[in-house]
């Protein structure tokens, strides 16, 4: 025997456990995408932070030189930040 609601506020109990599991997986989805989009943000803001403690010194061709050593030094720990965030986004 389904309990009734007695007072006929929530209509249909099916119906409203159907749209409470929606509500559920929207939030999910939600909170999928705002952790992708802070992981992302993380790895920007990383590499940015990184590159503005840089030292460069020398002709403009060594500051090069220098900046791009540094960044291939962090462009895989962004990269894990950009992956891992792409990952939970997928699931």
Same mark, same amino acid.
């Given at each position: 025997? &389904?309990? #009734?609601? @007695? $007072?006929? =506020? $929530?209509?249909?109990? !099916? !119906?409203?456990?159907?749209?409470?599991? #929606? $509500?559920?997986? *929207? =939030?999910?989805? &939600?909170?999928?995408?705002?952790?992708?989009?802070? &992981? /992302? +943000?993380?790895?920007? !803001?990383?590499?940015?932070?990184? =590159?503005?403690? /840089?030292?460069? *010194?020398?002709? @403009? #061709?060594?500051?090069?030189?220098?900046?791009?050593?540094? /960044?291939? +030094?962090?462009?895989? #720990? &962004?990269?894990?930040?950009? +992956?891992?965030?792409? !990952?939970?986004?997928?699931?």
């Amino acid at each position: 025997m &389904a309990s #009734e609601d @007695p $007072f006929g =506020l $929530f209509g249909d109990p !099916e !119906e409203l456990r159907r749209r409470m599991a #929606e $509500f559920a997986e *929207q =939030l999910q989805g &939600a909170q999928r995408v705002a952790w992708a989009d802070n &992981a /992302i +943000r993380l790895a920007v !803001e990383m590499t940015v932070a990184a =590159l503005a403690r /840089i030292n460069v *010194q020398g002709t @403009p #061709e060594q500051q090069t030189e220098q900046l791009a050593a540094a /960044i291939r +030094r962090l462009f895989p #720990e &962004a990269v894990i930040l950009v +992956r891992e965030a792409r !990952e939970g986004f997928g699931t």
